[in-house]
């Protein structure tokens, strides 16, 4: 049985962000965007955003990660909390080819850097690759095979990884996003010095924000719909 106060070591690992939080946040305040809605999240992590979403009344919850431990530990919460969910281990849109959903979330990994491990987590929890977007990318291309009529999506998105490049990607599949907010995320020294060097010494004074050895970065929350649909 799943203890809030005794988390095995692969929930402690799963460990909700910043990110997390501000994607709860953002999800919170429009209720009435996720009440019977058929969800999916990419890159589900520790479940919490399941959830989330369950608990604020979704029709059905669908979740996709690559790494076993997610599976497990997100299974073991939703059942705990009384959510039915389906928790897939796979890549992507593999798992769910051909499955539409009114509600789409992600946080998915997208920090501009090298696949390495920070913090003792998996290069598969945060690193996006070089420029960041190796996941983003084929999330953005897939969206819209994933989305039923009324579809839309809520997902994290550095400001430091190009923003109009995503609005672009989108464009092409008749999709427009909208930036819901901006948060200030705290980066470890740890990521900020495996960061790409030259998105770092761009975005620095733009973006990311230095204040001697502490150094936040902006992070939006982005919502993506069918051009024209918004609202
Ligand atoms: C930044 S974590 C977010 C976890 C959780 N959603 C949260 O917000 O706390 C990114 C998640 O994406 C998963 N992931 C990485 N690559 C993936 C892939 N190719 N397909 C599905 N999930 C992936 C990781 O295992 C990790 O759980």
Redesign the pocket.
């Known amino acids: 049985m799943f203890d809030a106060h005794k988390p095995s070591p692969a929930v402690a690992a ?4 910043e ?2 939080a501000a ?1 709860v946040h953002a999800l919170r305040a429009e209720p009435r965007r996720v009440r019977g809605a058929r969800v999916l ?9 399941l959830a989330v979403l369950g608990s604020l009344g979704a029709a059905s919850l669908c979740g ?4 076993d431990d ?1 599976i497990a530990t997100g299974r073991a919460l939703l059942q705990d909390l009384g959510h039915e969910a389906e928790i897939y281990r ?3 849109w ?1 798992p769910v080819a051909g499955r539409r959903f009114d509600l789409v ?6 920090f501009p850097m090298d696949h390495f491990e920070v913090a003792g987590r ?1 290069s ?3 690193s996006g690759g070089i420029d960041g977007r190796e ?1 983003l990318d084929p999330f953005l291309e897939g969206l819209s095979d994933h989305f039923t009529a009324y579809g839309r999506a809520l997902i ?1 998105h550095n400001a430091f990884i190009d923003v109009e490049r995503s609005r672009r990607i989108l464009e092409r599949h008749g999709l427009a996003m909208h930036i819901v907010r901006t948060v200030l995320v705290h980066i470890s020294k740890e990521k900020i010095d495996l960061m790409t060097p030259s998105i770092l010494q761009a975005e620095e004074g733009r973006s990311v924000h230095r204040y001697g050895p502490h150094i936040f970065a902006d992070m939006h929350i982005v919502e993506i719909a069918a051009a024209g649909t918004r609202g």
């Open positions: 799963l460990r909700p962000s990110y997390t994607l999240e990419i890159g589900c992590g520790s479940g919490v955003i996709v990660d690559i790494e997610a796979g890549d992507m593999q979330v992600a946080n998915l990994p997208h998996l598969t929890w945060s996941l994290t």
